[in-house]
């Protein structure tokens, strides 16, 4: 017996109707993108590893998928390297490429390599999906799609506010209630220089940024694993309970890291974009908190993250700005600032919630019921008007059984059947059935194509 195929773990097949869902969250997305004027692009699934590696901390490097080289991929190593099992050592010698972790970095690769023909600052959006090698869980998968909105070659916290706002008016659209949380890596950075731990930044925001997982104090034991000081980690507590107003937080920092030139300037950004943020009306709620730091090590100012209020599930968007991407391929200080929406956990959010609308289930709006060939002869140049007027429609390919093409009409969702028999060819009409209520209806084709037309 042939083994029953299968796919890998953390990967996932969709059907259909799964895959009307997401195009609707994409297609959604989309158009706010469009909105705020950025434009697509779309870079290769692979990318050198010399392009990767090394801009997603220790952490990431590890979740890098790797691909071996073409051919005989261990002709060059010699047998002493094979028997020393130096995974990195040998990695290095029998792989060159790697399945992109994200879309930030193989933009800021494509920003260098066609700067001659971009004009700054530059606004591109982008949706593909990216890999990592991650121990599958609800909510995480070892592949999936991300949606990137990016503005570099700008330091205007202009750009930090229209993100805030694509953010909000994405999730109003999807009917999403979401918290926006924002920190700012200066503030990290000067904190960590006022417990005098500025070289420990990077082992100080990975650390702080479990905390809403794994609570106060793993972070603090942590922390001290990591060979921080308890001085420094005792220093570290009143930052890490930070409470009150977006205004009364950084206050309280402000304190905190007075003696800090990059601290201070790091909370007169967050002035300045809470400033702007006050003056909109948002469904979003947005709050600063310092314990956000995202693991990314390019990050240099803002940072984002976004929750979603009614389900329990990972961050469903997140990003920031960082200031020398480009710098690692040649190009130097061109500053940039970006979010990524998680598509497949925005889906599970959606449809844990039941707030997908029709139109994001149903792709065919109306069946015509097949019942012979002179029926067939009168209902195709219907058909053809009502795909012109950019109603979705189809027709039975035979002429089954009427009970079997109604419940293929059921499972596949179709919101109208159009019956058509020797009665409604005399009087030149079809009888439009609502598949939701049962109710029909006697139209002529011009009524139809109306009626349906108002419905797309």
């Known amino acids: 017996m042939a083994q029953k195929p299968s796919i890998p773990k953390g990967t996932r097949d969709f059907s259909p109707v799964e895959m009307t869902r997401r195009n609707y969250i994409f297609d959604t997305v989309k158009q706010v993108f469009q909105r705020y004027g ?3 692009i779309e870079t290769p699934a692979m990318e050198n590893l010399s392009t990767l590696m090394g801009k997603y901390g220790e952490e990431g490097d590890k979740l890098l998928f790797k691909i071996l080289n073409s051919g005989d991929f261990v002709s ?35 920003v260098v390599q066609h700067r001659n023909d971009i004009s700054f600052p530059f606004k591109r959006y982008q949706i593909q999906p990216v890999w990592r ?33 694509i953010i909000n008016d994405v999730f109003g659209k999807l009917n999403i209630n979401t918290t926006v949380k924002i920190n700012n890596r200066k503030i990290l950075a000067g904190i960590a220089e006022t417990i005098g731990e500025a070289d420990r930044i990077i082992d100080i925001t990975v650390a702080i940024d479990k905390l809403e997982k794994i609570g106060l104090e793993k972070v603090n034991q942590e ?32 304190k905190v890291v007075a003696s800090s030139e990059v601290g201070t300037k790091g909370v007169e950004e967050m002035r300045t974009l809470f400033a702007y943020i006050s003056e909109f009306e948002l469904q979003t709620t947005v709050e600063l ?24 599930i990972g961050s469903i968007c997140g990003g920031g700005r960082y200031d020398d991407l480009t710098g690692i391929f040649g190009m130097p200080d061109v500053s940039g600032v970006g979010i990524s929406f998680g598509a497949d956990r925005i ?10 609308p029709d139109e994001a289930i149903a792709s065919t709006k109306v069946l015509f019921i097949n019942f012979g060939e002179s029926e067939e002869r009168f209902c195709l140049p219907i058909l053809a008007k009502l795909r012109a007027a950019g109603v979705n429609a189809e027709i039975y390919p035979e002429a089954a059984k009427m009970k079997k093409q109604m419940t293929w009409a059921d499972r596949k969702q179709v919101a109208y059947v159009a019956l058509v028999g020797a009665q409604e060819m005399e009087q030149g009409k079809i009888n439009l059935k609502d598949m939701k209520s049962g109710n029909q209806e006697m139209l002529t084709p011009d009524e139809l194509i109306k009626v349906l037309s108002k419905l797309i």
């Open 38 to 40: 950025f434009q697509p």
């Open 133 to 165: 090698a991650d121990r599958p869980q609800k909510g995480r998968y070892r592949e999936f799609y991300q949606c990137d909105v990016d503005i570099i070659g700008s330091n205007s916290l202009l750009n930090e506010l229209e993100l805030v706002q």
């Open 289 to 312: 908190d310092l314990t956000l730091a995202r693991g990314l090590n390019y990050y240099t100012g803002a940072i984002f993250e976004v929750k979603a209020n009614d389900v329990q």
């Open 347 to 356: 889906y599970d959010v959606m449809t844990q919630l039941e707030i997908f």
């Open 76 to 110: 060059k190593v010699d047998d002493a390297e094979l028997h020393k099992r130096n995974s990195i050592s040998l990695t290095n010698k029998i792989s060159e490429k790697g399945l992109r972790y994200d879309l930030t970095v193989p933009f800021a690769r494509y």
């Open 223 to 254: 922390l001290l694993d990591k060979g921080i000081a308890g001085e420094a980690v005792q220093k570290l507590q009143p930052i890490l309970q930070l409470s009150g107003t977006n205004a009364e937080k950084l206050d309280q920092i402000e």
